[in-house]
Structures are given as structure tokens and as C-alpha cells.
């Protein structure tokens, strides 16, 4: 337990109906009562009490509601109080300075979420998703914070590593006491390992998945100079009003449009601004010099319909990935001859007219839902941090596999297996050092 008082606004330090100020620690309801005349040490815990709010001279500053939640049944794990004032600015400042001239103490960011932690209310992937539920900006993304929140990867990373654990401990009883455990068991113990290898593998390919559930998918429009690429982009982003943000692509040039279609976020980049050329190969080398363009999850490649389609373009439209659909694009001015060798999904549009733009958009969400459905786990990776430590636990469990095929020293394979527990324990938190605590709960904002 941690022993000062914090204290910070929850809410938004703007306009507003309510604001809401929260205070956490031992003295939390010692505090809250030198503002309250007392008030909240006679309430029952975790009820609303009404009074008003004084500053040490006696004047009014707010009336508000206010609960106290005693320890262990609050969201820090400590006593917790918190108040609900009136919106605005000068209100939630004058009420914050009485509670620090009261002895409480600023919070820093992501304290109370940082408290909750370190008092055992929740493991680092359920604080971590504390931040991906406040940022989730689709219902999809915000459905997968809310499982983690509720300890769904908790409960899977806590099983992983005690299954190792128990592993651990057979190779070592059977090294140690070969009479009582009757001796080497290793195929049964590599047979149990090759399952949670199996599970680790699993359930690092569901990262693809949580990082398009959180940031989105990323899409390119390509394709020639002139063949609408600008008015396709002008016309998804009519289509679907859900602009959220423009941010900067990482490549220079590339800028970005984020937009929600049905509950993905696409990240839609329209590549005029690259250097552009009417030599396909030339393109095709501009294509490839683009990191952006060759990471994309989608590329939508434009061609003009009331032009004759040479075979060089052709060519190249067969070997761009998988992941790539055609868009004849002007089908108002000509209905285009498809070759039926391209490979790839097909669409008929008219940027000009909005025609068959909103077809194109329900077909990029059916191939991404398709894309998420072949995530074999149960569980989702949301983050990096999760995704290079399970890489490290999964790496290590193979070296193990390998020392007890070859039937070497139990010792060696008990201390890859001790690794690979302890890189589980650092996405869950019971191995963690205090730096990489000390990150995570930087990326959260003051008062959660
Ligand atoms: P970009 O260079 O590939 O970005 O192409 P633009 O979007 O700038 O379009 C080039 C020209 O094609 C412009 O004059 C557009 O008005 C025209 N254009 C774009 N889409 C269509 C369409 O669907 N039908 C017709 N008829 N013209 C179009």
C-alpha cells in the first residue's frame, strides 16, 4: 500500500455539466471531510452524500455529490473518494487547491490506474487496456479492451505460465528423485510442452487481428496518373462521413485519411502525392521504394475504363499480392473488357458519379472481417510490448523442445523453460522492472 493521498480531476478541465474529482489513499476520507464538514466519514460507504464544498474560510465553492469507496473495494484497492461538481473550469480548480492544501498530493499520470496495479486489482494487459478502451475509436476495438479488461488475456498468459511451471517441476523431480518419480519422463513431458507451444504460436498470430481492431487496416490507392485516384479518395471519404483524423503517413508524401467503414478503421492513403510516371516499370520501382505502399494491408489499384488496358499493365496487376483488388474507375464514359486472368477481386465504379463506391467499401470490410475470422485464438494480441515478449517466451520454449529431444542436461531445459515463464510474467506484470511499469502508465492521462 502506498501511503500519500492523490488527487485529480477525472474529467476534462472544460465546460461541462459534471466534473468529476477523485482522491485515493489513506487520508482520502480525512481529506474529503475537512471539505465536506465531515460529512463522508458518517456516510455508509460506497453511497452518495450530498453537501456543499467550503475552502478553509467557510465559503461555498461548490454543492456536489460525493461516495466514498474504503479500501479494499475501490478501483485504486485504497480509500477512494470521489466527488461530483458542478462542470467548469474554476470550480474544479478551487476544489482541487483545497484538497491539496488539505495534504493530498497531485496525481501523476495514470496513478490510480498504477495503484490499482501495484495493490493486485488488476495485472498490467488489464491497466494497458484501460488505456485501449478510453482510445478505442470503433466498437470492435472497444469490445476487444473491454475482454482484456475483464482478464481474458490475464487468464490465458496466467495459465500459459503455470503449465510451464508444472512442466519445470516434473524435469526436476525426475532429475532430482529418479527412485520416487521412476525415472526420466520426457516424452510426456515434451508431448505437454509441444501443446502450449502450439498455444504461444496461436496466439501470437491473433496480433495481426488486434492491430487492425486498434489502429486500423491500412490501404493505397494505385494506379496511373489520371485515372481517378484523388476523386476515389474524395468520394469514399463523402461516402462515409466518419472522418476521424488526418494524420501524416509515415512515408513523406503519403498522407493519410482515417475512416470508419462499418466498425473498422481504414487507414486510406492516396498516393498522388508520390512522384508518378505513365512507365509501369518506372511505377512498379516507385511502388516498391515506398515503405508504406509495401506494408499495406490493402491496395486498391485504379485503372481508367475508358482506356485501352496494354499488356505490360496487365502483367503487373498479376503479380501485385493477394491482398490487392482492380477498381475500373470512369465505367460512366465505357463498361471496360475485364481480362478473367487478373487474379484478384474486381469492382465497377464511377468516382465521378459515386456509383458503386459504397460496393467497394462493403467489399473491403467483408476481406477484412474474412482476414480477422482466420485468427485461430480466442484471445487477442493488442500490443507490441505483449506481441516481442510472447516472441521471446515462444523462442525460448522451442529451445527447450530441442534440449530434451537430444536428451540433454534437464537443468539446461528447465532454465529455458524458467525464461520463457518469466517473459509471460513480463506481459502480465509479476516479472516486470519498474521502467517498463513506469512507461506504460506514462501514455495514460492524469486522474485515471
Ligand atoms: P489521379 O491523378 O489519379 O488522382 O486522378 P484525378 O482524381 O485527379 O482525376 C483525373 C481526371 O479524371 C479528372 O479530370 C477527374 O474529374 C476525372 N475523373 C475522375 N473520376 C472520374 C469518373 O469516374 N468519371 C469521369 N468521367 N471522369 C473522372
Known amino acids: 500500500m502506498l501511503y500519500d493521498t492523490i488527487a485529480a480531476p477525472a474529467t476534462k478541465n472544460i465546460q461541462s455539466a459534471v466534473s468529476v474529482i477523485r482522491l485515493s489513499g489513506e487520508q482520502a476520507v480525512a481529506i474529503g471531510d475537512a471539505l465536506l464538514g465531515g460529512k463522508l466519514s458518517k456516510a455508509a460507504d460506497r453511497s452518495l452524500v450530498y453537501g456543499k464544498i467550503r475552502d478553509k474560510d467557510g465559503n461555498i465553492l461548490d454543492d456536489c455529490l460525493a461516495v466514498k469507496m474504503i479500501s479494499p473495494k475501490s478501483y485504486t484497492g485504497e480509500d477512494t473518494v470521489e466527488f461530483y461538481c458542478h462542470g467548469g473550469k474554476t470550480v474544479t480548480e478551487c476544489v482541487m487547491r483545497e484538497l491539496l492544501k488539505n495534504g493530498a498530493r497531485l496525481a501523476e499520470k495514470g496513478e490510480f490506474t498504477k495503484r490499482a496495479f501495484l ?177 499495406v494491408d490493402y491496395i486498391l489499384y485504379l485503372l481508367d475504363a475508358s482506356k485501352e488496358l496494354d499488356a505490360e499493365e496487365t502483367e503487373y496487376i498479376k503479380k501485385l499480392p493477394a491482398h490487392t483488388v482492380v477498381i475500373y474507375n470512369k465505367t460512366d464514359l465505357n463498361t471496360p473488357k475485364i481480362p ?51 516472441l521471446m517466451a515462444e523462442e525460448s520454449l522451442q529451445r527447450a523442445i530441442s534440449t530434451l529431444r537430444m536428451n540433454l542436461e534437464a537443468d539446461i531445459c528447465s532454465i529455458d523453460l524458467e525464461d520463457a515463464a518469466s517473459y509471460l510474467g513480463e506481459i502480465t506484470g509479476t516479472t516486470v522492472n519498474d521502467e517498463v511499469i513506469d512507461n506504460i502508465f506514462k501514455n495514460f492521462c492524469i486522474g485515471k
Do not use: W
Open 119 to 295: 495493490n493486485g486489482k488488476m495485472d498490467l494487459t488489464q491497466a494497458e487496456a484501460v488505456i485501449d478502451a478510453i482510445g478505442a475509436e470503433t466498437k470492435s476495438a472497444l469490445l476487444m479492451a473491454q475482454e482484456n479488461l475483464d482478464g481474458k488475456l490475464r487468464h490465458k498468459i496466467d495459465g500459459l505460465r503455470s503449465r510451464i511451471m508444472t512442466e519445470i517441476m516434473h524435469i526436476l523431480a525426475g532429475n532430482d528423485f529418479p527412485d520416487e518419480t521412476g525415472g526420466n519422463h520426457n516424452d510426456v513431458i515434451l508431448s505437454r510442452l509441444k501443446v502450449i507451444l502450439n498455444d504461444i504460436s496461436s496466439l501470437l498470430t491473433s496480433y495481426d487481428k488486434g492491430k487492425i481492431l486498434k489502429d486500423g487496416f491500412t490501404a493505397a490507392i494505385c494506379g496511373k496518373p489520371n485515372v481517378g485516384k484523388s476523386s476515389l479518395l474524395n468520394a469514399i471519404l463523402e461516402e462515409d462521413r466518419a472522418i476521424v483524423t488526418d494524420i501524416e503517413g509515415t512515408t513523406r508524401d503519403v498522407i493519410t485519411e482515417r475512416i470508419d467503414i462499418g466498425g473498422y478503421m481504414m487507414n486510406i492513403a492516396d498516393t498522388a502525392g508520390l512522384r508518378e510516371s505513365s512507365d509501369i516499370v518506372e511505377q512498379a520501382g516507385i511502388l516498391k521504394s515506398y515503405q508504406y505502399i509495401e506494408q
Open 340 to 390: 478473367d486472368d487478373f487474379g484478384k477481386k474486381v469492382y465497377c465504379i464511377s468516382a465521378k458519379n459515386n456509383e458503386g463506391v459504397s460496393e467497394l467499401l462493403d467489399g473491403i470490410r467483408e476481406d477484412i472481417e474474412a482476414r480477422l475470422e482466420q485468427s485461430e485464438s480466442e484471445e487477442t494480441l493488442f500490443s507490441e510490448r505483449h506481441y516481442q515478449a510472447l
